[in-house]
């Protein structure tokens, strides 16, 4: 496939995704005291007891535009495959624009993960008020793009080196982690330039990077021993399938198996889209985890 023709599938793949109207929620609810502190619940929609939960963290470059209402219409899509949906927001870029550098600010250090960690760990005591009905013993974190890499990081918190306020003294109680499209190794998506720059934004400069790292890369934070599996297009411009490939590596060098299925014929967005037949794929891998 042509340069063009691959920018013009692209193209046609996005404004698929993002037609879909936003989906509300049944319920929400603050796990801290910031406005982005909060999760959006959805009902799995044929009423069932006992229905495993799905965490969903939302991408978009960990940057402050791009919010969890895009990905409401995935979250309806998998209440209506029979899941119970966590929809978690999280503080994204910067309180003051453009801080640290001439382009769109990524992310906030420590904010990003404090968020992540601090909805995770609050989520059993939501889940039991907002959806009684929820089986929270069964639990799948999903995440998209730069949302994958949160989904990964939260599943690998009792792995971050010693002294890390966020790290956890035994495994998370997880079924496991499905990441889509993730930002999941940072050597490669900063080799790639991936987000124009948004993994060096994230972490911040030179000496900042080099120390921060070992705390946020997905790559850095293996073996786990929570079951991991990658969902991948193939033709993805956005996060490039190096990205995945490269982490998967990382992982079966620290002797764990991580399951990767590249999708031929995708892109970025088709993974969130419920339209897509993309969609389905993510959908029965976070049933084989789920069940």
């Known amino acids: 496939m042509s340069d063009s023709a691959a920018r013009d599938r692209d193209a046609v793949e996005t404004e698929s995704a993002f037609s879909h109207p936003a989906v509300a929620p049944d319920a929400s609810a603050a796990y801290g005291d910031h406005p982005d502190q909060v ?6 929609r044929d009423g069932r007891a006992g229905a495993p939960v799905v ?52 992310g906030r250090w420590p904010e990003t993960f404090d968020d992540v960690a601090a909805a995770m760990d609050a989520l059993p005591g939501l889940l039991a008020v907002a959806l009684p009905q929820a089986d929270a013993r069964r639990i ?72 921060r790292s070992p705390y946020a890369d997905p790559a850095a934070l293996l073996p786990t021993g929570i079951a991991t599996a990658v969902v991948q297009g193939r033709t993805d411009l956005t996060v490039p399938h190096a990205v995945a490939e490269a982490f998967v590596d990382a992982a079966a060098k620290a002797g764990e198996t991580v399951g990767l299925t590249l999708l031929e014929e995708v892109g970025h967005f088709p993974l969130i889209d419920p339209a897509a037949d993309a969609c389905a794929v993510v959908a029965e891998e976070i049933a084989q985890l789920a069940w």
């Open 39 to 44: 999760i959006d619940f959805y009902a799995p």
């Open 55 to 106: 965490v969903v963290l939302h991408g978009g470059a960990w940057r402050g535009p791009y919010d969890r209402l895009h990905v409401t219409p995935f979250a309806d899509f998998l209440a209506r495959r029979g899941f119970a949906v966590a929809n978690v927001e999280y503080r994204r870029g910067s309180e003051l624009p453009q801080q640290r550098g001439s382009g769109p600010v990524a």
């Open 140 to 211: 799948v974190v999903t995440g998209h793009s730069a949302g994958g890499q949160l989904a990964l990081w939260a599943a690998a918190r009792h792995v971050l080196p010693h002294g890390s306020p966020w790290r956890l003294a035994a495994a998370p109680p997880l079924r496991g982690v499905v990441a889509l499209a993730p930002i999941a190794d940072f050597a490669t998506a900063v080799e790639l330039d991936v987000c124009s720059g948004a993994v060096g934004q994230l972490l911040g400069r030179a000496a900042d990077f080099a120390a």
